[in-house]
């Protein structure tokens, strides 16, 4: 990989042409021949929108199976999990140039069972079906909590609203109330005034009994009933009064 971008090359666009020249033109800078290396290949794909891991081939002596192998891999990312499966299965059981039997390690790797290569991939499978069910019930969550404060602040605004109106209608209630007790009082002033204005009023000799009568509050059929006994009154005390003159 290191080769790869010391010759400007990226990691996708690494061909298998532009591998070998790199790897000639360290070892000519160094005197070296590749074989002195020892060398050995390993495709690496990164699938973690497939299946959330770093899929990666067996390691290998040979350049050509490392390329081969990343072009599998390439293709089943591309094509999707059952694809990708398949060829990660396949990779893992496919056998590769092995170093010298003194080598170690990564050196001498080892094909594995199909069955062993399936429990492999399904299990990471596994995984990243459990991550991605996490994540989406997290999603849906905060998507939950997002509605329930949305609708909390709505449900406040309307509380606030309702009690700002209910505040205005007692004020209007209260307003309306101490201006009722007002002109209540004030009435009950006017009619007390006149009430006294009536006790305390001077009484005029000169005013006959009729005149006294009208400035009372008669109105009606019961004022002319009053004037009538008033006069009838008269009339009856004018007889005995000329009675009286006569006999003296």
């Known amino acids: ?20 020249q790199a790897l000639q033109l360290a070892c000519a800078e160094h005197g070296m021949k590749q074989s002195d290396l020892g060398l050995s290949f390993c495709a690496v794909v990164d699938a973690h ?22 072009r599998l891999l390439l293709a089943g990312r591309e094509a999707g999990w059952p694809f990708l499966r398949q060829a990660w299965v396949q990779v893992m059981q496919s056998s590769v140039q ?25 299990k990471a ?18 998507s939950l909590s997002k509605a329930i404060r949305s609708l909390q602040q709505v449900l406040q605004q309307e509380d606030r609203l309702e009690l700002a109106w209910r505040k205005r209608q007692e004020r209007r209630h209260a307003a309306a109330k101490r201006q009722q007790c007002q002109l209540t009082r004030v009435a ?8 006294e204005a009536r006790l305390h009023a001077p009484k005029h000799p000169s005013r006959t009994n009729i005149e006294l009568l009208g400035s009372c509050s008669f109105g009606g059929e019961a004022g002319m009933a009053s004037e009538l006994r008033v006069d009838d009154l008269m009339e009856v005390r004018q007889p005995q009064g000329k009675a009286a003159r006569s006999e003296e």
């Open 98 to 122: 092995k170093r010298n039997s003194r080598a170690w390690g990564r050196g001498c790797p080892r094909p594995r069972a199909r069955e062993l290569a399936e429990q492999v991939a399904d």
């Open 188 to 195: 009950r002033l006017a009619k007390k005034q006149q009430r």
């Open 125 to 142: 499978w596994k995984a990243f079906a459990e991550q991605c069910r996490v994540a989406e019930a997290k999603l849906r969550l905060r």
């Open 49 to 70: 929108a497939v299946v959330g891991c770093t899929v990666a081939g067996s390691h290998s002596t040979s350049l050509e199976e490392a390329v081969e192998q990343r």
């Open 1 to 20: 990989r290191d080769l790869a971008m010391e010759s400007s090359v990226t990691q996708d666009e690494a061909s298998l042409s532009a591998i070998q």
